[in-house]
C-alpha cells in the first residue's frame, strides 16, 4: 500500500465513531460488515439532524418545516436512484430493508402474475429471505421452485446451470449479487440475458452486493433489485426495493392505507402514482434522510475504489489461508467473482467457539450458518466462521485474525 493510500485509509477510519471504541480491553477489530456496516458520523448527524431540527411528517404539511422534510426524504430517493442508475426516482421504494422489498416483489408481482405450470428459479446460496418467500409464493400459487445446480464444492454455479435451469416455464429469477456466506458473486449479465430471452423477469438480492460494488440497474437491465441501508453505511430499518416503471404500475399494492391512495370512498378507493402506491403509512423518514447522506458518503469515496481495497483485502486473506492446512475455506480458494467475505473453520472446531475466541482478541465475527441453512447443508456443516469487510478495514486486522488463530489452537489443540 502506498502511503497515499495509507492516509486516505486512515481518513476513512476516522470518520467512524465506533472504531475508537475497544472490545475486550483491545481495539475492536469489525469484521462482521455482512451483518452490518459501522456507520460514519456524516449519517448519524444526518439522522440525528432531521429529529433536531424538523422532526415533521411530510407529503401532508402546508408549513415550512413540513415542505422541508418533504424536500430531503425526496432528494434521499434521488440519491438512492442515482446510486444505482435507476432511469428515475419513482422506481425507488423505500422499504424497511432487503427483507421487505424481497417481500414486496413476492406478495405483490408473484402472487399476481404466478400460476401452475410457472417456475421460479432461485439457488442453494441463498439467504433465507430471498428463498422463504418463494417458497411461500409457490405454495400459494402452484408454481414450481427450480434451483440453478452449483459446483460440487458449492463455490459457484455448475457450468451449464444456467442455460440447462432457466427454459420457457420459468417467469422469475431470484438471485443473490453475492453469497453472504461465500462472497460468491453469479454471473449476472448471463443469467438475466437468459432469463430476458426466455421471457422472465429477474430479482437480484443486492444485500450484499450494493454496499460494495458499483451497480447499473439499467446496463445490467436488472428487473428488480432489494437491499439495505443499514449494511452500506446507512441506519437500520430503512431499505430499498428498485424495480422497472413498467413493473411497478402493473403490480397491485403491497400495503394499504394512509398515503398510498388518490381518492377514497365508504367502499373503495384509488392508488396514488408511484413511488407512494407502495408506500402505506408514515415511512422511516429520518432513516431514508440517512440512506441519502450514506449514498453521498459512499459516493464521495467511490464504489469502485470500495470494491478494489475489498479485493485486495480477500486476495490477501486467501493468500494468507493457504500457509494453514488446518483452515476450511468455503467458496473456494479463488479470489476471482468474489467479494469481501472470508468464511471458514478451523480444524474441527465449532464456529460458535472460534468466534468467543476471536472475541476475546477483540475481533468482531459472525459465527453460524448466517441465515443459510441449505448451504450448511450441502457444506455438511452446522456452520461457518464469517469475516466481512468494508472500506475501513485493513491488512493489518486481517493479520491480527490469523494471529488470534494461534489462540484457538492452543485451547483446542
Ligand atoms: N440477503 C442477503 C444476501 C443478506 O446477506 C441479508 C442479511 C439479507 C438478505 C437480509 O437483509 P435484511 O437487512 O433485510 O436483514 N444478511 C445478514 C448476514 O449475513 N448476517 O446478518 C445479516
Given at each position: 500500500m502506498t502511503e497515499v493510500q495509507t492516509k486516505a485509509l486512515a481518513g476513512i477510519r476516522e470518520q467512524?465513531?465506533?472504531?475508537e471504541r475497544e472490545m475486550r480491553g483491545k481495539p475492536l477489530i469489525y469484521l462482521d460488515n455482512g451483518a452490518t456496516s459501522l456507520k460514519p458520523k456524516r449519517v448519524i448527524d444526518a439522522e440525528l439532524g432531521y429529529y433536531r431540527t424538523n422532526s415533521t411528517n411530510i407529503h401532508r404539511g402546508v408549513y415550512e418545516l413540513s415542505e422541508a422534510a418533504t424536500e430531503q426524504y425526496d432528494s434521499a430517493r434521488a440519491a438512492v436512484a442515482g446510486f444505482v442508475n435507476?432511469?428515475?426516482?419513482?422506481e425507488i421504494i423505500f422499504t424497511r430493508g432487503t427483507t421487505e422489498s424481497i417481500n414486496l416483489v413476492g406478495y405483490s408481482w408473484g402472487r399476481t402474475f404466478l400460476e401452475a405450470g410457472d417456475e421460479i428459479v432461485t439457488t442453494e446460496l441463498e439467504h433465507h429471505s430471498n428463498l422463504v418467500v418463494w417458497q411461500e409464493v409457490a405454495n400459494a400459487t402452484g408454481a414450481a421452485l427450480r434451483f440453478l445446480p452449483l459446483r460440487d464444492d458449492s463455490?459457484?454455479?455448475?457450468?451449464g446451470a444456467v442455460e440447462a435451469t432457466?427454459?420457457?416455464?420459468?417467469?422469475l429469477v431470484a438471485i443473490t449479487g453475492m453469497s453472504n456466506v461465500t462472497g460468491y458473486m453469479p454471473p449476472l449479465a448471463d443469467i438475466i440475458a437468459r432469463a430476458h430471452a426466455v421471457g422472465a423477469v429477474v430479482l437480484v438480492d443486492g444485500a450484499q452486493l450494493v454496499a460494495h460494488h458499483p451497480v447499473d440497474v439499467q446496463a445490467l437491465d436488472i428487473d428488480f433489485l432489494a437491499w439495505s441501508g443499514h449494511k452500506m453505511c446507512g441506519p437500520s430499518g430503512i431499505g430499498a426495493l428498485y424495480a422497472k416503471e413498467s413493473l411497478l404500475e402493473r403490480m397491485p399494492p403491497f400495503h394499504y392505507g394512509g398515503d398510498m391512495i388518490e381518492r377514497v370512498w365508504a367502499d373503495r378507493a384509488t392508488y396514488a402514482p408511484l413511488p407512494e402506491k407502495f408506500e402505506a403509512g408514515t415511512p422511516n423518514i429520518a432513516g431514508a434522510i440517512g440512506m441519502g447522506e450514506a449514498v453521498r458518503f459512499l459516493e464521495s469515496v467511490g464504489l469502485d475504489r470500495i470494491a478494489d481495497h475489498e479485493h485486495d483485502l480477500i486476495a490477501y486473506t486467501l493468500e494468507h489461508a493457504?500457509?494453514?492446512?488446518?483452515l476450511t475455506v468455503y467458496g473456494g480458494t479463488g479470489s476471482a467473482s468474489r467479494g469481501g467475505i472470508f468464511s471458514f473453520n478451523l480444524g474441527d472446531v465449532h464456529s460458535h467457539d472460534v468466534g468467543m475466541i476471536l472475541d476475546s482478541a477483540g475481533i468482531a465475527v459472525r459465527a453460524g450458518f448466517h441465515c443459510a441453512q441449505p448451504l450448511m447443508r450441502r457444506f455438511g456443516i452446522p456452520g461457518t466462521v464469517r469475516a466481512s469487510y468494508y472500506l475501513y478495514n485493513t491488512r493489518e486486522e486481517i493479520d491480527a485474525l490469523f494471529t488470534a488463530f494461534d489462540r484457538v489452537r492452543e485451547i483446542f489443540g
Open positions: 467512524f465513531p465506533v472504531l435507476a432511469a428515475n426516482p419513482q463455490s459457484g454455479l455448475a457450468d432457466i427454459g420457457e416455464k420459468t417467469k493457504r500457509r494453514h492446512s488446518d
